[in-house]
């Protein structure tokens, strides 16, 4: 069944049906822009958001909100805006939104500690967006920054005169911007449901009239809800349910993610067994890659051995993954003062990527192999940002991480640059620390030359594998559960294509 909509004298035939989706959690943050363009917050926010760039898996960088841009001088750019775009309230998205946007996150407190917030002190490094005119920003950034075109795909735009009204409290649960679904109705919080109906004047318009965003924390629940069919869409499957999807007439899609999969050591903490490079390595060493990617992820990705991924800007082909080699690692152990092992805690988030939870599981099991008895320890999403944002204090200052923790290299939205200060301790107090890092690193993000901001990268990347701050398992591929009802779907870095999808 179709129905005819209107919005401003445009018709447009879009199916009387709901769109069921289902996810781990809803944003924590609820329909705030400020608060991620990952997941979880990417499946809560990009059905009701635009922001001004995507950027591809491969790298590429292209207009959304944004018609073009150019480069003024190193610190300089000018941006043009699409025309005729309009928020869910029928106000025209202008130059005073994106200004509006980047003003509240530069100069208002009430935005310190969110994601976006850490985005620009960290990576984008914008000090100030002036209107030049409705559909002209110049944009001066603090530093030298030729990513920063990419790393605009990191930020929403909501209306902001409206948010500045309401308040950021109520406008988190009544939130306006420029995406293909609005009006969203918050049901039972993070544990619960979305209710949104297609905002017919979008710029991605939509072809299904409802959709409805739920949380199952259980990814086996998300794949029986498939079979039964109660959900069309489900993020995050395991693989090995495609036998069973399929046998019933669904599938599983998979898609490239420009992630590194992994744990951190909290290495600066004097008292911690990780602050020695040879219990690092040796880590690296008792875990078997291969055995992940064929077995658990069936054979979708391969081993992961550097923050760049293998289809991403300073990816550096000379730098393998640790093999595994247990008895090296029993002896790196035993080198480091601890023949016998130790016990340690990892903080994880089990339901946020494919297989996460065997393949916590599996690694703590091989780390008990030569003799690092993990205590697997699960946190809410809530929890992890707290901490990574220093709000909860470590037994030695700055986060407030176990002595592993989740941390995955996300590449995106700037290829590969949002993973980069995630190796520095001088962008995330509290975490790894290695001066020679710290300097590739500055120079890198300084670096206009593309060939040399390339070296700078590789070089970086081998000097942080020798480090070994972080337990790299794999390279991420998103599994999807797709109905066999659905049609059109794709997936381009979390960024699910809901307004093109119909439904049989």
């Known amino acids: 069944m179709s129905v005819m909509l209107s919005s401003g004298g445009v018709q447009a035939q879009l199916q009387d049906e709901t769109l069921r989706f289902a996810t781990a959690t809803i944003a924590p943050a609820f329909g705030r822009p400020e608060q991620g363009t990952a997941s979880p917050s990417v499946y809560t926010l990009w059905p009701m958001y635009d922001s001004l760039t995507r950027v591809s898996p491969q790298g590429d960088v292209s207009g959304l909100l944004a018609s073009g841009w150019k480069n003024l001088d190193p610190t300089t750019w000018e941006l043009t805006l699409k025309r005729g775009v309009k928020f869910h309230n029928g106000k025209e998205f202008t130059a005073k939104q994106v200004a509006g946007q980047f003003g509240y996150l530069t100069t208002n407190d009430e935005a310190a500690g969110t994601v976006a917030y850490s985005t620009n002190q960290r990576q984008a490094f914008v000090a100030s967006v002036e209107r030049i005119d409705d559909y002209t920003v110049r944009i001066v950034t603090t530093q030298p920054n030729p990513e920063l ?19 950021t409290d109520v406008f988190a649960k009544a939130p306006i911007g420029t995406g293909p679904y609005m009006s969203p109705k918050f049901v039972g919080g993070v544990d619960g449901f979305i209710d949104l109906v ?37 993020q995050g ?9 399929e046998s019933a007439g669904h599938r599983i899609d998979v898609a490239s993610r420009p992630s590194a999969m992994g744990w951190r050591f909290m290495s600066v903490r004097k008292s911690s067994p990780f602050s020695d490079v040879r219990v690092r390595q040796a880590a690296n060493y008792a875990i078997d890659r291969q055995a992940i990617a064929s077995d658990l992820l069936g054979g979708t990705t391969v081993p992961a051995g550097q923050c760049a991924t293998r289809f991403t800007f300073g990816y ?32 994880v988030l089990p339901g946020a990527f494919p297989a996460d939870a065997e393949i916590y599981q599996f690694a703590a099991q091989q780390l008990g192999a030569i003799g690092i008895k993990v205590d697997l320890v699960n946190i809410q999403f809530a929890e992890w940002l707290d901490m990574w944002f220093a709000k909860k204090k470590g037994p030695d200052g700055g986060m407030g991480f176990s002595d592993i923790f989740q941390n995955s290299c996300h590449n995106f939205n700037a290829i590969p640059f949002d993973s980069y200060p995630n190796l520095s301790c001088k962008k995330n107090p509290g975490s790894h620390c290695d001066k020679a890092e710290e300097a590739k690193l500055d120079a890198a993000m300084g670096e206009f030359d593309v060939d040399k901001r390339r070296k700078l990268i590789q070089e970086l990347m081998v000097l942080n594998h020798d480090n070994a701050p972080n337990l790299f398992f794999v390279e991420l591929t998103d599994l999807t559960g797709l109905n066999k009802r659905v049609k059109g779907f794709y997936n381009v870095i979390q960024r699910f294509n809901f307004h093109e999808i119909t439904l049989n």
Do not use: C, H
């Open 149 to 167: 075109p990419r790393q605009l795909a990191g930020f929403w735009i909501p209306d902001t005169e409206t948010r500045d009204e309401m308040g």
């Open 198 to 234: 297609a905002f017919e004047g979008a710029m991605r318009k939509p072809k299904i009239a409802r959709l409805r965003i739920q949380a199952l924390s259980e990814a086996a629940t998300r794949v029986t809800s498939i079979l039964s069919d109660e959900i069309d869409i489900s």
């Open 237 to 245: 499957v395991p693989f090995d349910s495609k036998v069973q999807l």
């Open 316 to 347: 550096n082909p000379d730098v393998k993954p640790y093999p595994y080699d247990p008895v090296k690692a029993k002896q790196l152990l035993a080198d480091a003062g601890f023949p016998n092992g130790f016990e340690v805690e990892a903080m």
